[in-house]
């Protein structure tokens, strides 16, 4: 794994922050699966944000596992960021990855099960994750000749990031237009900011070990995530406590849910 670490309180704290991450960014996506048993209904859920996220989740996990496993990518990782550097990568987000992959999936098996109401993939949610995985099959053709699988496994860490970043528009989007943020769950958003302020503590404690902050800049992919992740968190809790308080939280959310079907449905949310 590279150079050891120099202090032991520091690992331990690190260990720590990297485990909150992974509980809380874990534990938010279990609302979603518990609803979708409960009402034997899919309606309301955006079929575009589960099939993009199972996308960003299996790119983070092809380029967590390769740079946790394989030695060839460690090898190429130290060659281009020096020897005494540490891999980026933990076992906890190994883990995390395996885990979102595996909830993920069993949403998307949900979807095909249970009730749609008519809802389905947008076109271009599909033209966007076939032009992603084209890409990505041009990548590993790239990559065979030359043996370049660290650019290969960056490949995959920038599609997630890009991923990442298109999930959270619809959302976003429809908060805005319904002028509310009845029906979301602001539980699973304050889960995620925990999760992305550990995992750049986990980060930064690392860097000060190392006295080091390659960290940062050789795992790009991880960083970003959290850049990108905490600013979207942000800007939901701006519209959830103080753009669109929920004043008329009393009411049922299902009914609110179902008359906004078509928003979370079209094409443009993708």
């Not at 922050?17 to 609803?35: D, M």
């Not at 030695?71 to 987000?93: C, L, T």
Request: overall charge positive; charged content about 10%; hydrophobic content about 45%.
């Amino acid at each position: 794994m590279g150079s050891s670490w120099h202090s032991t309180q520091l690992e331990i704290i690190s260990t720590v922050f990297g485990w909150i991450a992974f509980c809380s960014w874990s534990i938010s996506f279990y609302p979603q699966v518990i609803l979708n048993f409960k009402r034997k209904s899919v309606v309301g859920l955006n079929f575009d944000f589960v099939v993009l996220n199972l996308t960003k989740h299996s790119s983070y996990l092809i380029y967590n596992a390769s740079l946790f496993f394989s030695s060839a990518v460690q090898r190429q990782y130290h060659q281009k960021y020096g020897f005494n550097e540490m891999i980026p990568v933990a076992a906890n987000d190994v883990a995390f990855s395996i885990h979102a992959v595996v909830l993920t999936a069993f949403t998307l098996f949900q979807i095909a099960i249970y009730d749609r109401g008519g809802q389905k993939v947008s076109k271009t949610s599909i033209s966007i994750l076939s032009v992603a995985w084209l890409t990505v099959i041009i990548c590993v053709f790239i990559a065979i000749p030359n043996h370049s699988w660290l650019w290969l496994a960056s490949c995959f860490s920038t599609l997630q990031v890009v991923m990442t970043v298109i999930k959270y528009i619809p959302q976003a989007v429809m908060n805005f237009q319904r002028k509310s943020t009845i029906g979301f769950s602001i539980g699973n958003i304050l889960l995620d900011l925990v999760g992305g302020l550990a995992n750049y503590g986990q980060m930064a404690v690392q860097s000060i070990d190392q006295n080091s902050w390659v960290n940062f800049y050789g795992n790009i992919g991880k960083t970003l995530l959290s850049l990108v992740s905490i600013f979207f968190d942000l800007l939901f809790i701006l519209q959830h406590y103080v753009l669109y308080p929920a004043q008329k939280a009393v009411k049922p959310s299902s009914p609110d849910l179902s008359g906004q079907e078509p928003l979370v449905t079209s094409s443009e949310d993708a």
